[in-house]
């Protein structure tokens, strides 16, 4: 684990549960910047098409 995802890692640890902690990977998404927007468009969807 590198040094930026330490203060994520901590909270984790801090504010899960130890069954789920142990096996959390945290990893950095393909997508950067444009993941944010790419959920809120597959929310609106999922939303709109709900019957």
Known sequence: ???PW??????INKY???LVNNDTQLKTSK???EAGLLGACL???DRFLEV
Do not use: Q, Y
């Open 31 to 33: 997508l950067r910047e």
């Open 6 to 11: 330490l203060p994520i890692k901590t909270a």
């Open 43 to 45: 929310l609106v969807r």
């Open 16 to 18: 899960s549960l130890s």
């Open 1 to 3: 684990m590198t040094l």
